[in-house]
T-cell receptor, first 119, second 110 residues
Framework: GAVVSQHPSWVICKSGTSVKIECRSL??????MFWYRQFPKQSLMLMAT?????????EQGVEKDKFLINHASLTLSTLTVTSAHPEDSSFYIC???????????????FGPGTRLTVL | GEDVEQSLFLSVREGDSSVINCTYT??????LYWYKQEPGAGLQLLTY?????DMKQDQRLTVLLNKKDKHLSLRIADTQTGDSAIYFC??????????FGTGTRLQVFP
């Protein structure tokens, strides 16, 4: 259980275009999902917290008009990179939060990631 | 502020034990986690420990937490080539947000 998928796995686009990445929780509902960015050989940096039915919460330094997040259902969050530029090239990873019970903590389950290359 | 540090690289022989270390600065961590990332893939949760525990064992994995020194370690017994990956520790502080460490690349050689 607790499987999270991302689509696409990789995408190459031209500078100036927009790219949408989907994150789905396949076997559980997730009110909260997270979007991370990972540069080569570096750690994950949290970009934003996606909340179902409300606005996303962005981390300091992340442009909300550039990275649009929509969490329209309890199993789907999307990240749209608008007017992409080469510096937006990165590995984007989402996670979905599975709420724990009385004896376990809330746990983030991660998708496989999407590699974006902007030419 | 929050800062989570790990050594960058560890190389071990197949069959030996691996110990991956992590230090953190925020003493109000509630849970600490270990994740594994294989090349080009997302993160797989390996195990986690509540901050009021000092040890947790799960099959080949042993987590030790020294809260006084803010030090967390992951021991992998009988390390296999399939354990080669990057290992991230992460902490949560009263929220569901995770602060990730810098990652340790484990290489297992025959």
């Amino acid at each position: 259980g607790a499987v999270v998928s991302q689509h696409p796995s990789w995408v190459i686009c031209k500078s100036g275009t927009s790219v949408k990445i989907e994150c789905r929780s396949l076997d559980f509902q997730a009110t909260t999902m997270f979007w991370y960015r990972q540069f080569p050989k570096q750690s994950l940096m949290l970009m934003a917290t996606s909340n179902e039915g409300s606005k996303a919460t962005y981390e300091q330094g992340v442009e909300k008009d550039k990275f649009l997040i929509n969490h329209a259902s309890l199993t789907l969050s999307t990240l749209t990179v608008t007017s992409a530029h080469p510096e937006d090239s990165s590995f984007y990873i989402c996670s979905a939060l599975l709420i724990g019970g009385a004896s376990s903590t809330d746990t983030q389950y991660f998708g496989p990631g999407t590699r974006l290359t902007v030419l | 502020g929050e800062d989570v540090e790990q050594s960058l690289f560890l190389s071990v022989r197949e069959g030996d034990s691996s110990v991956i270390n992590c230090t953190y600065t925020d003493s109000s961590s509630t849970y600490l986690y270990w994740y594994k990332q294989e090349p080009g893939a997302g993160l797989q949760l390996l195990t986690y420990i509540f901050s009021n525990m000092d040890m947790k064992q799960d099959q080949r994995l042993t987590v030790l937490l020294n809260k006084k020194d803010k030090h967390l370690s992951l021991r992998i017994a009988d390390t296999q080539t399939g354990d080669s990956a990057i290992y991230f520790c992460a902490e949560s502080i009263n929220t569901d947000k995770l602060i990730f460490g810098t990652g340790t690349r484990l290489q297992v050689f025959p």
